[in-house]
């Protein structure tokens, strides 16, 4: 079981990038994937969440309208489309999973938060004129 994050990179403000979270040796289509940053010096915050099974998502206010979390269940691919890109997004960007079912993509957003240990070394993101 593996989770791929790719697609980072740098990016002038105002600027786009599309994420990619590749998983392996499992498929994606009934579990929740989220999407979580750290910047130097801070806290991992979790900026949104899908639930592949039927589509539903959640966004962290500071990125609501800005970024688009979608899903490829045929490549077992889940993506953050990242637009009007801001400074303050520069971080490194991790993809997790959750297996068990919640009421939300929020709830199984702060689950990940707390308990989620198999963090992989995620993609970088810069955002800087």
């Known amino acids: 079981v593996q989770l791929q994050a790719s697609g980072g990179g740098l990016v002038q403000p105002g600027g786009s990038l599309r994420l990619s979270c590749a998983a392996s040796?499992?498929?994606?289509?009934?579990?929740?994937i989220g999407w979580f940053r750290q910047a130097p010096g801070k806290e991992r915050e979790g900026v949104s969440c899908?639930?592949?099974?039927?589509?539903?998502?959640y966004y962290a206010e500071s990125v609501k309208g800005r970024f688009i979390v979608s899903n490829d269940n045929e490549k077992n691919t889940v993506y953050l489309q990242m637009n009007s890109l801001k400074p303050e997004d520069t971080a490194v960007y991790y993809c997790?999973?959750?297996?068990?079912?919640?009421?939300?993509?929020?709830?199984?957003?702060?689950?990940?938060?707390?308990?989620?240990?198999?963090w992989g070394q995620g993609t970088q993101v810069t955002v800087s004129s």
């Open positions: 997790a999973v959750e297996w068990v079912k919640y009421s939300s993509p929020l709830q199984a957003l702060d689950v990940m938060s707390r308990e989620y240990t198999m």
């Open positions: 040796g499992f498929t994606l289509d009934d579990y929740y």
């Open positions: 899908i639930d592949n099974s039927d589509g539903s998502t």
